[in-house]
């Protein structure tokens, strides 16, 4: 009996051993990256890139405010730029209260199986997104895409991949 459970704590320990082996082993993985050359880095980001560009051909695509599928462009954007605009008309207490920010952002994106985006950040965010109803919708929607893509390129042609013989 003694010999027994001798066993099984050695055999705990034996797979307490093997388990922080293999999250050791896993987590120099990650932390090394050997495997994340500069050049796979590269082809990563312009797969990214192309598929970015992609999405704002689509959404050029739409009509009006809305994606050629139906939905409205920047998907929950809707919610930031209509808080935005309820600050510029004075209904700040009303952008906590769901049923009124629904009713408002089914005034910005009139549509019978529109998502609702309830704002659910604190008085502070209100700053962050108070600009942003001083121009239309597509605007800050498009600037938005765009310089995320622009930043992003240019990013890359910054760093491209490196010339030597890795």
Do not use: C
């Not at 055999?11 to 050359?37: G, K, M, P, Y």
């Not at 910005?108 to 965010?125: C, K, L, M, R």
């Amino acid at each position: 009996m003694l010999f027994l459970s001798r066993n099984r704590r050695l055999s705990r320990i034996a797979v307490l051993t093997t388990a922080s082996d293999l999250s050791v082993r896993i987590l120099a993985f990650l932390r090394d990256a050997q495997w994340l050359t500069r050049g796979r880095l590269f082809g990563y980001a312009t797969i990214l890139n192309a598929a970015s560009a992609a999405m704002i051909v689509w959404m050029l695509m739409g009509h009006g405010i809305t994606d050629p599928a139906g939905r409205p462009l920047g998907t929950d954007f809707v919610s930031f730029w209509t808080v935005s605009a309820m600050l510029h008309n004075g209904h700040e207490r009303a952008i906590y209260v769901p049923e009124a920010l629904a009713a408002w952002e089914q005034s910005v994106v009139p549509s019978e199986n529109a998502a609702f985006y309830a704002w659910q950040y604190p008085p502070i965010g209100l700053l962050l997104v108070y600009p942003l109803a001083l121009f239309s919708y597509l605007v800050p929607v498009h600037k938005r895409q765009v310089s995320e893509v622009v930043a992003s390129i240019a990013n890359l042609l910054k760093k491209g991949p490196a010339v030597s013989g890795k």
